[in-house]
């Protein structure tokens, strides 16, 4: 009996110890003097305008184009400033109706010569998705850059798909937080296409409601929905979305600086599947101080990090099942 007893203990302690699972996963996280952009673009045109707003002085520590597709299993192809970007393998959301996939692809090379030693500002670039017309919702370009005049702070993206069963995920700090400190921030952007037509997640954090509205396609061109750009990226250009805000008003952009307590040390983010037929392929946090995603904090003590249910991220709700708006064919 004892010999069974420690076998199963020790069965149980290997199976603690893998890795938790989830889909929407952490890609990359930044500490230091940093900075983040984000921008969304959707259009049936197939071209247009994506931006980044960085300061005179940053370097560019990384720059990812996101491009999001539906109704196919083919690769994009999508120009900036007329060079084509190289994407990674094709991810789908194995959770949710229309055949719903991103791309990414490193396109570091092709905006850092912009904006390096850089005038600062706005920077435009040509963006052309070139293939596959209506079956392209849209693009985001991600850009991180450094500045030394920049506060201490932290910048982590999670990409992929966030599946209809629900996510969690955890922002670990190093020092406890004082959200009363003029300089305390943290903001979180949420990427997602194939929405419209009143189809929402929701969103809590510390166990108190964010939005219960996000989605909708505020990237695209026109106004108008329309296959081929119902797509939603929180840009350096959004407000910050109202608590609990209408559809209308729910930009993608949040701060999360008033669900902070004194004292805390990290914020815990649930996410819940409303219309089940969105696919959310992003989320990018910006918060002051040192923070580890879903993972303990640089030079900070061991936290308990989510398990696999949704060990990465923040958004669930929207993949989904059931073409169930009007434009789904």
Do not use: W
Not at 242 to 268: H, M, Q, V, W
């Amino acid at each position: 009996m004892k010999q069974l007893i420690a076998g199963l203990a020790a069965l149980l302690l290997a199976i603690t110890a893998l890795p938790a699972q989830a889909e929407l996963t952490s890609f990359k996280t930044f500490n230091g003097n940093v900075g983040l952009s984000t921008d969304g673009f959707g259009s049936l045109s197939d071209s247009g305008i994506i931006s980044a707003e960085v300061p005179s002085g940053a370097t560019v520590l990384g720059a990812y184009l996101y491009t999001a597709t539906f109704g196919t299993t083919s690769t994009p192809t999508v120009e900036i400033d007329g060079v084509s970007a190289s994407f990674g393998p094709r991810v789908p959301n194995a959770t949710a109706c229309c055949s719903l996939a991103s791309f990414r692809a490193d396109v570091t090379s092709l905006v850092a010569p912009k904006i390096d030693g850089g005038s600062g500002g706005i920077y435009d670039f040509d963006i052309a998705e070139t293939v596959l017309g209506g079956n392209t919702d849209g693009s985001a370009l991600v850009v991180v850059y450094e500045l030394a005049s920049l506060p201490e702070s932290t910048v982590g993206l999670l990409d992929g798909f966030a599946s209809v069963t629900g996510d969690t995920t955890s922002i670990n700090f190093s020092e406890p937080l004082d959200p009363d400190d003029p300089g305390f921030f943290a903001e979180m952007r949420l990427g997602i296409s194939f929405s419209c037509c009143n189809q929402r997640s929701r969103v809590e954090v510390n166990d108190q409601l964010l939005t219960e509205n996000a989605g909708n396609f505020d990237d695209a061109d026109g106004g108008t929905a329309a296959n081929g750009r119902l797509f939603t990226m929180g840009g350096f250009d959004d407000a910050f979305s109202p608590i609990n805000p209408t559809y209308a008003e729910d930009t993608e952009r949040y701060d999360l600086s008033s669900f902070a307590s004194s004292g805390d040390t990290s914020f815990k983010i649930d996410t819940f599947n409303a219309s089940q037929d969105d696919n959310i392929f992003l989320a990018a946090f910006h918060v002051s101080g040192e923070a580890g995603i879903n993972e303990p904090p640089p030079n900070g003590d061991p936290v308990d990090v989510p398990e696999p249910a949704g060990f990465l991220l923040l958004l669930t709700g929207l993949a989904g099942f059931g073409a169930r708006r009007i434009l789904r064919a």
